[in-house]
């Protein structure tokens, strides 16, 4: 199994930039498909963007696309998520998953098996 632990979120205004990483500990990190997923007060987590083994394919959300940049350094044991252009809706608590089995990048949450502890965003407006 694997251990994972985000940092990087905290309070910012819209407009600004913000990392996220996610530092993954256990089994060999290159082994899994990699997600972040966010979740809103009141509403279901939800996908945000997907990476495969390799580190080549990437998948976004169309909320996020072209603002969010998903990477992973395998030798690092490492997941980045570098958003800019934040805005309000933002706004959440962010997750970084693993997937130990699938083959494309799931987006659903039931997919992945692992999950860090998540980190809050927030974007003033």
């Known amino acids: 199994q694997v251990q994972l632990v985000e940092s990087g979120g905290g309070l910012v205004q819209a407009g600004d930039s913000l990392r996220l990483s996610c530092a993954a500990s256990?089994?060999?990190?290159?082994?899994?498909?990699m997600g972040w997923f966010r979740q809103a007060p009141g509403k279901e987590r939800e996908f945000v963007s997907g990476?495969?083994?390799?580190?080549?394919?990437?998948y976004y959300a169309d909320s996020v696309k072209g603002r969010v940049t998903i990477s992973r350094g395998n030798a690092k044991n490492t997941l980045y998520l570098q958003m800019n252009s934040l805005i309000h809706a933002d706004t959440a608590v962010y997750y970084c998953?693993?997937?130990?089995?699938?083959?494309?990048?799931?987006?659903?949450?039931?997919?992945?098996?692992?999950w860090g502890q998540g980190i809050q965003v927030t974007v003033s407006s």
């Open positions: 998953a693993a997937a130990s089995s699938a083959i494309t990048v799931p987006t659903t949450t039931r997919a992945y098996e692992y």
């Open positions: 256990g089994r060999t990190f290159s082994s899994y498909v």
């Open positions: 990476i495969r083994r390799s580190g080549i394919i990437t």
